[in-house]
T-cell receptor, first 114, second 115 residues
Framework: NAGVTQTPKFQVLKTGQSMTLQCAQD?????MSWYRQDPGMGLRLIHY???????DQGEVPNGYNVSRSTTEDFPLRLLSAAPSQTSVYFC?????????????FGPGTRLTVT | AQKVTQAQTEISVVEKEDVTLDCVYE???????LFWYKQPPSGELVFLIR??????QNEISGRYSWNFQKSTSSFNFTITASQVVDSAVYFC????????????FGPGTRLSVLP
C-alpha cells in the first residue's frame, strides 16, 4: 500500500494564481481531510469528506475548494492564491467509526505564495 | 467547543533522560478520543496512540507511556531514556465526533534530545 500520497511536494505561486493540490489514498478509507500547518498553530482543518460526493467545511475553509468524486481522491483547489495561504498542507484519511479512526497523513505539500 | 493545550512550546533534554510532554484538553462531550502524533524533522506526521474516553487505563509501548486522567482532563506522554531519534514535534489531538471527524490539534511541543 502506498498509503496517502500528495503531489506536488513543493510549489511556488504568484498572488492570484490558481492551483490544485492532489491527494490520493489506497486504503479504502471513507474519511479524508485537508489541514494546513502554520508555525505555533498546530494543524487546522480546512475541508473534509466522509465519502464520495460529500464534503464539508472545517475551521479555515475560506479561499479553498474541494470535491470528492471517488473514494480514493480528494483534491484541494486554491482559486486565487494569497500570501496568507503560504503554509504546509497535509492530506489525511481514516476509517469512520469509533475505535479505528486515527488519521493517516500524507507527506505534505509546502506552498509559498509570493 | 473542543480545545487542546500543549503548554510546553519547546523542551530540551540530554540523551537518556526521561521527559514528559503535557496535554490538557477541553470538551463537553462524555465520549471523545485522544491522540498523539510525532512529526520528526523530515516533516511527516506519524500516529502514535489513540485513547478512548471510557478507557482510563494507562498504556506503555516500549519507552513510550501515556497517562490519561479524566479528573484533570490530561493525556500526558512520557518518553523514558530518551534518544536523539526522539527529537521531533509532538502533537496531541482530540476528536469529539462519534465517527471520528473533526480532529482538533494542539500547537505541538518541540522536543530536542541532545547527545
Amino acid at each position: 500500500n502506498a498509503g496517502v500520497t500528495q503531489t506536488p511536494k513543493f510549489q511556488v505561486l504568484k498572488t492570484g494564481q490558481s492551483m490544485t493540490l492532489q491527494c490520493a489514498q489506497d486504503m479504502n478509507h471513507e474519511y479524508m481531510s485537508w489541514y494546513r500547518q502554520d508555525p505555533g498553530m498546530g494543524l487546522r482543518l480546512i475541508h473534509y469528506s466522509v465519502g464520495a460526493g460529500i464534503t464539508d467545511q472545517g475551521e479555515v475553509p475560506n479561499g479553498y475548494n474541494v470535491s470528492r468524486s471517488t473514494t480514493e481522491d480528494f483534491p484541494l483547489r486554491l482559486l486565487s492564491a494569497a500570501p496568507s495561504q503560504t503554509s504546509v498542507y497535509f492530506c489525511a484519511s481514516s476509517y469512520r467509526g469509533p475505535g479505528r479512526h486515527e488519521q493517516y497523513f500524507g507527506p505534505g505539500t509546502r506552498l509559498t505564495v509570493t | 467547543a473542543q480545545k487542546v493545550t500543549q503548554a510546553q512550546t519547546e523542551i530540551s533534554v540530554v540523551e537518556k533522560e526521561d521527559v514528559t510532554l503535557d496535554c490538557v484538553y477541553e470538551t463537553r462531550d462524555t465520549t471523545y478520543y485522544l491522540f498523539w502524533y510525532k512529526q520528526p524533522p523530515s516533516g511527516e506526521l506519524v500516529f502514535l496512540i489513540r485513547r478512548n474516553s471510557f478507557d482510563e487505563q494507562n498504556e506503555i509501548s516500549g519507552r513510550y507511556s501515556w497517562n490519561f486522567q479524566k479528573s484533570t482532563s490530561s493525556f500526558n506522554f512520557t518518553i523514558t531514556a530518551s534518544q536523539v531519534v526522539d527529537s521531533a514535534v509532538y502533537f496531541c489531538a482530540l476528536s469529539e465526533d462519534y465517527y471520528g471527524q473533526n480532529f482538533v490539534f494542539g500547537p505541538g511541543t518541540r522536543l530536542s534530545v541532545l547527545p
